[in-house]
């Protein structure tokens, strides 16, 4: 497969699961701030932190509402991160590689981008309904990783499409965990309270791991939800589960199942196997939010390496008269 090919559909996947992450959380935020103090600030910031888009941000807001903040992660064409430019990017790549994807993905795709244009036409930001936008965009985006996997033959473009989706899908549930133990609460005082405890009910809804953690440990914990989202190799959205199955495509793209074969292989295995390995107090007694942003940098890594062994032109200098 062309290395552009390869790209194309691996960032495909990434923006189809960063929109949907986007969508997630947002429609759990919504909801939780109707039940806490009216505090926009310190409700709305922390979404905006987990992008990573907070600068972007302030440059074009002057002070944190909630409209402002669902229409800058929702539809601001400036915002590159945008679930409007996340589903616009995931259509344009889409038919880059028309055909290397069904029909079925195609349209599915297709429907979602008008989805969200209709949004942003008739401002659904300022709609009381808009979790049902949420809800759409959710649905839609789960309907094309159904198709997907039901349509697609496992073959080199599947396995970068699921590279992508599982890498991102990792970074967003180390951002959303890190933006709790890092911003939401307003004081050390609220640790253990009713606010607390309904933050971190929240948080497990918006990776839709509340029924699975609920189903293992039963009684909310902070260091027993950090432990499932980090450390469970069963939870498809944990960050070790997605790792295991981004491992999992690198072998089959590479070819290598004894050691590794390009520097993707080797950092990817190397972040597997930490994880593997360490216990969820050790990782409290580092710092949960230096442990989180430390394999956040490491994902980066990790897929600039894939980027590098898999997507650039190699070209042999020594060869070239």
């Not at 028309?98 to 079925?104: A, D, F, G, L």
């Not at 944990?238 to 491992?247: G, M, R, V």
């Not at 690198?250 to 593997?276: H, M, P, W, Y």
Request: charged share 25%; aromatic share 12%; with cysteine.
């Amino acid at each position: 497969m062309l290395g552009r090919v390869a790209n194309t559909i691996y960032w495909m996947n990434r923006y189809l699961e960063r929109a949907e992450n986007y969508a997630r959380f947002m429609d759990v935020n919504f909801n939780l701030s109707l039940e806490l103090p009216p505090n926009e600030m310190q409700q709305w910031q922390p979404l905006v932190v987990i992008t990573g888009d907070w600068e972007l941000y302030q440059s074009l807001n002057s002070k944190v509402e909630k409209t402002k903040v669902i229409y800058f992660l929702t539809f601001e064409e400036r915002n590159p991160n945008s679930i409007y430019n996340c589903i616009l990017n995931a259509r344009e790549n889409a038919r880059a590689v028309r055909t290397e994807i069904t029909k079925e993905v195609w349209e599915q795709i297709n429907a979602l981008y008008f989805l969200v244009k209709d949004g942003q036409d008739k401002k659904q930001c300022l709609d009381v309904n808009i979790r049902n936008f949420f809800t759409h965009i959710k649905n839609g985006c789960q309907l094309v990783y159904g198709m997907y996997d039901s349509t697609i033959s496992r073959n080199e473009g599947w396995n970068f499409g699921k590279l992508g989706q599982v890498l991102e899908r990792a970074d967003k549930t180390s951002r959303v965990l890190d933006a709790k133990y890092h911003l939401l609460l307003d004081s050390p005082t609220e640790v253990g309270s009713s606010i607390d405890l309904i933050q971190w009910a929240a948080l497990l809804k918006s990776v839709s791991a509340y029924d699975m953690y609920r189903k293992k440990y039963g009684k909310l914990s902070p260091s027993c939800i950090a432990e499932f989202l980090i450390l469970d190799k069963e939870f498809p959205r944990s960050i070790l589960a997605c790792l295991l199955i981004a491992e999992q495509s690198l072998i089959t793209l590479s070819g290598s199942a004894v050691g590794f074969s390009n520097d993707a292989q080797k950092q990817l295995g190397a972040l597997r196997s930490q994880l593997e390995y360490i216990d969820i107090n050790d990782i409290i007694d580092k710092g949960m939010h230096e442990y989180l942003d430390e394999i956040q940098g490491k994902l980066n890594k990790i897929s600039s390496a894939i980027y590098n062994s898999f997507f650039v032109i190699q070209t042999d200098y020594s060869e070239v008269k």
